[in-house]
């Protein structure tokens, strides 16, 4: 019972074994070092250490106090009373009562307890082992003989008799302990291999975990986003339909009040004309000349304000209302405003972090430290001349995106002439068509000196009739669909443009700055 006991003190609470290497926490529990390091490995990406026995909580992770007493009773213990527990064997010779075995002789194949073990035959025949069962197995089963060797070329074990004669002579033997040292060996290679490959299967298992919550994360916040996107869609375009609606119900009433007024003067004007008609019928049925002939003449029975009769009242009717009076320019900005909403907060990953390629800039271009700012300057930067630099104004950025949507905004001057846009890195560097938006492999947007804002492609050019008053810009690309938009950054954001291609290679940010007319520097700043 006692034994029991002990045996439960020197249990790892995590392995449920007795100890192997015990270490101790700084709130007194022990464990297995591996134990206990396998748990701390696992919290390692929560951040928070705890002892799996109390839970007391560590900031930072615990150092292992090895615990030299525990280790040493846990060893005795072991020896004592391992082999026992573990085979169960007993004396062969104890008959009356079980008495736990030390020895098993192979040549008597017969377990022996302490006694029967000093008493046993010395004899180089009885050969000792640790107690089992299969003794059997421990001998040749054609000679009967102990197994002694282990043929290499054969991967058996086998007695001396094998080793001299028959279907394993002139094999490569070893004794069993060598051959036995060896293989021990060869498994703890392949052990040191698996454990580096759990090691490695486990960072995977925690880099996936940690992916799993970041997607879950992303998709939690792109959700929440979405709904309140969502929802001020509903919102502006309830506020648009009353509006509408609104504007729909007063032009009705003033047109109807406008039609009502000139019904009431026309059925006045009609019931003066049917007493006139009244009138000259009268004097057509008069049979006395004279009475007739004292009437005034007929034209003056008319009104002379009113000669021309409906045509003058032609000119003051209105057709009834047929919406040609709403505000549709108005209607179709703030639809196109919900639009470009949509496509700037759903459709676009970002934004891209961008850093201009100094190699490829002008020699007039002077690029920030930070590599954010591209601006023109007189003085020669006197860059070594390459294959990749511009002979122009311009600069490339050095990320090209071949997949994937993306986003970045520009700031420059609302002044001067500029270029902000995407070209190919195969765009020529040198000619008459290297500019951004003159060739087939570029797109641009941008401002010229007399104000006039465009897009370009391939020397096409289409100029933007609305008036743009920011200093900012958002260049949108979605590569898969083949699309390149310009918005501008007002409140709300504004749709300017939308390029549509089939791209074919990467593509790089690119800024052109022009020479300015007046005394000033062109610049533009690419915005983090």
Not at 88 to 97: H, P
Not at 141 to 148: G, R, T
Not at 212 to 223: D, S, V
Request: glycine letters at 6%; aromatic letters at 6%; a negative charge.
């Amino acid at each position: 019972m006692a034994s029991a006991d002990l045996r439960d003190e020197l249990l790892c609470s995590i392995c449920l074994s007795t100890f192997k290497d015990p270490v101790m926490l700084r709130c007194g529990h022990n464990f297995c070092r591996v134990c206990i390091g396998r748990v701390l490995d696992t919290q390692d990406g929560s951040g928070v250490y705890s002892c799996p026995e109390c839970r007391k909580r560590f900031r930072v992770r615990p150092a292992l106090m090895r615990n030299i007493n525990l280790h040493n009773v846990a060893e005795r213990f072991m020896i004592t009373h391992q082999e026992q527990e573990v085979t169960g064997i007993c004396c062969t010779y104890c008959v009356d009562s079980p008495v736990p075995a030390v020895r098993s002789c192979l040549h008597c194949e017969a377990s022996l307890c302490d006694k029967h073990l000093r008493s046993h035959s010395k004899s180089p025949e009885h050969v000792l082992s640790d107690p089992s069962t299969s003794l059997q197995k421990r001998k040749c089963s054609v000679h009967k003989k102990i197994l002694e060797y282990y043929c290499t070329e054969d991967a058996a074990c086998i007695c001396a008799s094998y080793s001299l004669a028959g279907e394993h002579r002139g094999h490569r033997v070893e004794m069993l302990d060598e051959a036995s040292k060896k293989k021990k060996e060869k498994l703890r290679n392949v052990l040191q291999e698996l454990i580096t490959k759990r090691k490695k299967t486990e960072e995977r298992v925690r880099s996936l975990e940690e992916r799993r919550r970041k997607a879950q994360e992303k998709a939690a916040g792109e959700a929440e986003r979405v709904t309140a996107l969502c929802t001020d869609i509903r919102r502006r375009v309830d506020d648009l339909e009353k509006k509408v609606l609104s504007e729909i119900s007063r032009q009705e009433k003033e047109e109807s009040l406008s039609l009502s007024a000139q019904t009431h003067q026309l059925e006045i004007k009609k019931d003066e004309l049917s007493r006139k008609m009244r009138h000259i019928e009268e004097l057509c049925n008069m049979t006395d000349p004279l009475t007739v002939l004292q009437e005034p003449d007929t034209g003056d029975l008319c009104d002379p304000e009113e000669e021309g009769g409906d045509e003058d009242t032609g000119g003051h009717d209105k057709q009834p209302y047929d919406g040609d009076d709403l505000d549709v320019a108005e209607i179709s900005h703030t639809l196109r405003d919900v639009i470009s909403g949509i496509r700037s907060g759903i459709y676009v990953e970002g934004p891209a972090d961008l850093l201009l390629d100094v190699t490829t800039a002008g020699d007039n271009v002077l690029i920030s430290n930070d590599l954010k700012t591209a601006t023109w300057t007189q003085e020669e930067q006197e860059r070594p001349e390459t294959a990749k630099r511009f002979q122009n104004n311009q600069v490339m950025s050095r990320r090209g995106f071949t997949s994937g949507r993306h986003y970045w905004d520009v700031e420059t001057r609302r002044s001067g002439d500029w270029r902000v846009g995407m070209c190919y890195p195969s765009i020529d560097r040198r000619g008459r068509l290297l500019m951004i938006g003159h060739n087939h492999k570029s797109w641009s947007f941008g401002r010229s000196n007399n104000n006039q804002y465009s897009v370009r492609h391939d020397s096409k050019v289409i100029r933007l009739p609305d008036e743009i008053s920011s200093d900012r810009f958002r260049i949108c690309l979605d590569y898969e669909a083949g699309q390149l938009s310009f918005y501008e950054l007002c409140d709300p954001i504004r749709h300017l443009h939308t390029f549509t291609a089939n791209f074919s290679e990467p593509l790089h940010a690119a800024l052109y700055v022009g020479v300015p007319s007046y005394f000033g520097h062109h610049w533009i700043r690419i915005c983090s």
